[in-house]
Structures are given as C-alpha cells and as structure tokens.
C-alpha cells in the first residue's frame, strides 16, 4: 500500500533540502568570512576581535535606556514561555 505525501510534508521536506544545499554553498565558497578575522573554531567569540570595546557603546551608567533590568529579564521569561507553548501546540 502506497501512502502519498501531503503537500506541507512536501513542502517541509523541500525547504529542508533547499536550506541544507544553501548552507553548502554557503561554506564551500567561504561567504561571510572577513578577510583578515582569521580566528579558527573560536571566531564566534567577541573577545577573539581586535579593539572590540570600540564597537560598543562607552556609558557611565550600565543600562543608558532607563528601563529597568528586571524589565528585561522579565520579557525574556515570557518570550521563552510563550515559545514553551507554542512549541507544544505544534508539536500535538
């Protein structure tokens, strides 16, 4: 018995193919590296980067918005909640 694909199956498993070939011509022709940034496995680190405090912003204070940081903290709790839920919603 044969069973046929949906066209969301279709679609998920096409735009799954078209990604990972995307991410293969992406590494294979080197796109996105910076010439002269060289720093092997670790050049995610903002550390590795030459005179990176010069491309952070210099404030006295710690947080020059005026918001408050429990503000932040807070909507970063909700954000992982509300993608907790929604996560399970479409994983039923």
Same mark, same amino acid.
């Given at each position: ?24 011509? *992406? ?28 491309? *952070? ?9 005026? *918001? ?25």
């Amino acid at each position: 018995m044969k069973r046929r694909l949906s066209a969301g199956r279709l679609l998920t498993i096409a735009l799954a193919v078209a990604s990972l070939l995307a991410v293969v011509y *992406i590494v294979w022709h080197h796109m996105g590296v910076v010439d002269g940034y060289d720093f092997g496995a670790g050049a995610y680190y903002y550390a590795d980067i030459p005179d990176f405090e010069k491309h *952070i912003p210099q404030t006295d204070t710690p947080n020059p918005t005026g *918001i408050p940081s429990w503000t932040y903290y807070l909507l970063f709790l909700v954000w992982g909640a509300l993608m907790w839920w929604l996560w399970k919603k479409v994983d039923r």
